[in-house]
């Protein structure tokens, strides 16, 4: 009872307040949620959530054009062939029937490159 008193008269202050022109409003809203358990201990979960109102967090993401996206695309898709024909992944399956892939070299199972040594972004 006194988490939704605490909750209402939160709600009641930030919605009489009245914040000018230009000004970031900032919220922090906690909530508790309590439940009984059959076997053993109640659990509490303690819940907080911030909302700032400003303009950087209201900014668009840029936009990107075709061209663009299309070269992401075929960049992507060289460093999956570069990745493919350094670690020629096979296919085989087990007595669970489960398919299990092996390797050509160590470290391709993390999706390791040979030129890059680095990771490879598969979609």
Request: glycine letters at 4%.
């Amino acid at each position: 009872m006194k988490t939704i008193w605490a909750i209402a008269m939160t709600a009641f202050v930030l919605m009489s307040a009245s914040a000018d022109a230009g000004t970031s409003v900032s919220t922090t809203t906690t909530s508790t949620n309590c439940k009984k358990s059959a076997y053993g201990p109640q659990t509490c979960t303690t819940t907080t959530t911030k909302n700032e109102d400003s303009e950087q967090s209201a900014a668009a993401p840029k936009q990107r054009s075709a061209a663009e996206i299309r070269k992401e695309q075929e960049e992507a898709e060289a460093r999956i062939r570069q990745w493919e024909a350094f670690c020629r992944p096979t296919k085989a399956i087990d007595k669970f029937g489960i398919t299990r892939l092996s390797y050509a070299h160590e470290g391709c199972e993390f999706g390791i490159s040979q030129d890059t040594e680095s990771f490879a972004q598969v979609k």
